[in-house]
């Protein structure tokens, strides 16, 4: 073999070695599966393998909701640019996604969950240095109803309204306070006449202790008898 013919060998080398370099291109779940109940938010990550050589390539991006019937797109990214078109009307309004594609990232916030969001959500990134996907599980439960407590402990029965010794107690506790009231206002005005009465004039005392003593009937007329005086006309 002649010394011109060396060069020629490492001409694939060229070609073989980037690719060992960088490794496989993998795309990661960062997390695997997901709880949560309806009308909750969940945020899904995945993350792929970038190449240092295309720093600015920005690679294409689908992201579906894999079920029985057909995949539920929830993302479709071309060159880096979302198309609103394809998304699903399940999901419209309800996912945003953070753009950091070029750092080797698809983070998708999901809002309002229900119960038919849950299952396997497939996301596949397409590169030119190469393609993969990776899949995480989201379990959505139903609001659980909250029972009413019930008895005159909890104050309401199981229909809503409140119990009766709840509410015997309630007007008990109005009537209290409306007899403490009446008495205290009583008790006020009371020293109020009690303070002009000691400060008015002694006549004028006089004439009020005669007017409460006629109030009180503390001033009785003689009683009258049916009998006659000897020596009166009959």
């Given at each position: 073999?002649?010394?011109r013919?060396?060069?020629?060998?490492?001409?694939?080398?060229?070609?073989?070695?980037?690719?060992?370099?960088?490794?496989?291109?993998?795309?990661?779940?960062a997390?695997?599966?997901?709880?949560?109940?309806?009308?909750?938010?969940v945020?899904?990550e995945?993350?792929?393998?970038?190449?240092?050589?295309?720093?600015?390539?920005?690679?294409?991006?689908?992201?579906?909701?894999?079920?029985?019937e057909?995949?539920?797109?929830?993302?479709?990214?071309?060159?880096?640019?979302?198309?609103?078109?394809?998304?699903?009307?399940?999901?419209?309004?309800?996912?945003?996604?953070?753009?950091?594609?070029?750092?080797?990232?698809?983070?998708?916030?999901?809002?309002?969950?229900?119960?038919?969001?849950s299952?396997q959500?497939?996301?596949?990134v397409?590169?030119?240095?190469?393609?993969?996907?990776?899949?995480?599980?989201?379990?959505?439960?139903?609001?659980?109803?909250?029972?009413?407590?019930?008895?005159?402990?909890?104050?309401?029965?199981?229909?809503?309204?409140?119990?009766?010794?709840?509410?015997?107690?309630?007007v008990?506790?109005?009537?209290?306070?409306?007899?403490?009231?009446?008495?205290?206002?009583?008790?006020?005005?009371?020293?109020?006449?009690l303070?002009?009465?000691?400060?008015?004039?002694?006549?004028?005392?006089?004439?009020l202790?005669?007017?409460?003593?006629?109030?009180?009937?503390?001033?009785?007329?003689?009683?009258?008898?049916?009998?006659?005086l000897?020596?009166?006309?009959?």
């Open positions: 073999m002649s010394c013919m060396l060069p020629l060998l490492f001409i694939p080398l060229l070609f073989i070695l980037p690719s060992c370099v960088c490794g496989p291109f993998v795309v990661n779940v997390q695997s599966s997901y709880q949560a109940e309806e009308n909750h938010n945020t899904l995945w993350t792929f393998t970038t190449n240092p050589e295309r720093p600015s390539e920005a690679p294409d991006v689908r992201c579906v909701l894999l079920t029985d057909r995949p539920i797109h929830l993302l479709s990214v071309r060159k880096g640019v979302q198309i609103p078109e394809y998304q699903d009307e399940h999901f419209a309004g309800r996912v945003q996604w953070d753009q950091d594609l070029l750092r080797g990232r698809v983070r998708l916030h999901v809002s309002r969950l229900r119960t038919s969001d299952g959500y497939l996301c596949d397409f590169t030119s240095y190469g393609e993969n996907s990776g899949r995480c599980q989201i379990d959505v439960s139903a609001v659980r109803d909250r029972p009413e407590t019930n008895g005159p402990d909890g104050g309401r029965d199981s229909s809503g309204t409140e119990s009766r010794p709840q509410t015997e107690m309630r008990w506790i109005v009537l209290y306070c409306g007899l403490v009231t009446a008495l205290l206002v009583l008790l006020v005005l009371g020293a109020i006449s303070r002009r009465l000691i400060r008015s004039p002694t006549h004028e005392r006089g004439v202790y005669a007017a409460i003593k006629e109030l009180l009937f503390l001033k009785r007329e003689p009683k009258r008898t049916d009998s006659s000897p020596g009166e006309p009959l």
